[in-house]
């Protein structure tokens, strides 16, 4: 039942990560519009949970490497999964339309592995509408993610920045 709506839980279809790799061989960048995410504005609850396979890349090589055994084994772990808590929700006021800055501590699970972090997040509410945006740096030999020799460990940013941007509707 984690995505099950109530009173202050608000549940999102609409949400977008992207991520950029970053050397200066190449960058390699890629988004996923398939993110399920839900909100608990009375306990500060956020749980943003990823198909990894539907991360889309401009090169299908890279789309191929990216789902396949030697990379992020997709068939293994079709999800990465975060939960957390927002640390400083008396500051964000959700029934009132502004920005606030946010910190969001918890536990992100990708590849297998699940690493506690704390990230800054900024919450827009507009009416109805409250979006919830933040940016990482995520390091990839955290997450058994790493490249020790050949064309990836030169191609591949060891650490790689993922932007999220959520959309909830009350």
């Known amino acids: 039942m984690a995505f099950s709506p109530t009173e202050s839980k608000l549940i999102s279809e ?3 990560i992207h991520f950029l790799s970053h050397t200066t061989l190449e960058d390699i960048k890629a988004d996923n519009y398939k993110i399920k995410s839900s909100l608990d504005m ?12 539907s991360y889309k890349f401009d090169n299908a090589t890279m789309q ?32 009132k339309d502004g920005t606030y800055n946010a910190t969001i501590e918890g536990n992100l699970t990708l590849h297998g592995i699940t690493k506690p972090v704390t990230e800054n ?11 919830l945006d933040s940016k990482m740096k995520l390091t990839l030999a955290d997450y058994k993610i ?6 990836p460990s030169k191609n591949i940013a060891k650490t790689i920045d993922v932007t999220t941007k ?4 009350k």
């Open 14 to 16: 609409k949400g977008h």
């Open 42 to 53: 009375s306990s500060g609850a956020v749980i943003i949970s990823v198909p990894m396979q």
């Open 64 to 95: 191929k490497h990216y789902n396949s055994p030697k990379f992020l084994d997709t068939k293994q772990f079709p999800k990465s999964k975060f939960k957390g808590t927002i640390t400083n929700l008396s500051d964000v006021n959700f029934s």
């Open 121 to 131: 997040a900024t919450f827009k509410v507009s009416g109805s509408k409250i979006t």
């Open 146 to 151: 790493a490249f020790e020799n050949g064309k």
């Open 166 to 169: 959520i959309e909830f509707t």
